[in-house]
Each structure stands twice: as structure tokens, then as C-alpha cells.
């Protein structure tokens, strides 16, 4: 059976600082893209305001960019594919099987205030249908409230980019918020990786989330895995 996949990202390209570029961290996009592709999924990109989305840097250097990013942003109709996203507006009524969102640290920016975006994960959330979210994409699910008006994520087993790795990434100084600690205000149960920048996926019923880019294959794995499962129930 094709599954229909949404694929969420940022149009933020700088920190407010103005001191560093950011934007997409490609490999949190292409490797859950790729799977999707192979099952010959129906894959729909888009970002808040639609139009371009711009690529993090420090997500091309080469000890961070794999194989399949690398092949994908050498990729001409894939880049083109994030020039011209969809916006939350155009797809905020259609119907999907999971809704995916990557992350880089423009995601801080875009995604944790936006009332669309909130519609969205909270219908697909009502809907029994699978949210998905890596990395600082895990902001996204932050102000999202269910219909009796409680946080979407309370009380459930989540991951995101913890405090200890944003020191690692030189970033903490630039970014607008401490996701793991707006995450534990939200009264989840956080789970991180023993040893910071290694993978870490956390499945808990229709949520799944990743820690860092380095959780980008496994994520991609679990996510076709679970939307595998629910073809078969």
C-alpha cells in the first residue's frame, strides 16, 4: 500500500545573532526521503512559508555529510525540490500517513510558534496517524495542544538535541532556547544517549523522535518499519 509522507523543514537561513548561517540539516531530510523514495511512497516537502529552504553549512563538511546526502545534494531535481517547498498553508488540509519534521537549527525559529503547524500535528496526532520528529525538528511539537487542551507531548517517551550536544556544536550562545530543557517543561519523559552524538530513537505509540543528525538512518529505519506495521494491522 503507498503511504502519503510529509516532509516538514525550515525557510530560516541565520541565527538572530546574524553571526552564523543555518538552516537544514540535509542528512535529517535525505535519509528518510530516501526510504521513502525506495517504498515508492508519495512524498510532499514543505516548510512554513514555502518556497526556499535553505541548506546548514555545517551540515556539508565532510566528516558530517554521508553517502546519501551527499548524492542527493549533487542532485539537481532534489534541490530544486527545496527551492520550491510547499507551504503549511497549501497542505494543511490534506491527508497523510506521517507527518515528518527535520530539523537544523532553523527550526528553532519557524516551527515551535506556528499556529498551522500545530493544527496539523495535532490533527495527525487525534487522528491516530504517525508524528515524527528529529533533532531540534523535536522544537515543532513543543506548543502543540490537543483539543481538551493539554500539550501534545506531556507525559510521553520523547528525545530532541540535548544541552550537553549544543555545547558540542559551539552553538549554545546562539540559540534562541534550551530544547531539552523547554522538553522536560513540558513534563515528558526524556530519553538521551548515554554518549552525546550517537544515534537515539525513541518510539512511543504514534511518536517518534530522533536525537541528533546522527540518529538520521535509524530514524528513517523506524519510521518505515512502524508505517510498515500499520499496513499489516
Known sequence: MMKKILLIITNVDQYASGNFKTGLWLSELTHIYHAAREKGWQITIASPKGGNTPVDPESLKPL???????????????????THTKSLDEVKNESFDCVYLA?????????????????????????????AAICHGVGGLLNVKLSDGEYMIKGRNITGFDWFEETLA???????????????????????????MTSNVVVDGNLITGQNPFSSKEMAKVVVSELDKQAFN
Open 64 to 82: 558530517v555529510l554521508d553517502g546519501i546526502s551527499k548524492k542527493y545534494y549533487q542532485n539537481p531535481g532534489f534541490m530544486n525540490e527545496l
Open 103 to 131: 530539523g537544523g537549527h532553523g527550526t528553532m525559529y519557524d516551527f515551535p510558534d506556528n499556529t498551522t503547524l500545530q493544527i496539523i500535528l495535532r490533527n495527525q496526532y487525534e487522528n491516530n496517524k504517525m508524528v
Open 170 to 196: 559551539r552553538r549554545k550562545n546562539e540559540v534562541p532556547f534550551n530544547l531539552e530543557a523547554a522538553l522536560k517543561e513540558r513534563d515528558v519523559h526524556y530519553k538521551k544517549a548515554f554518549i552525546p
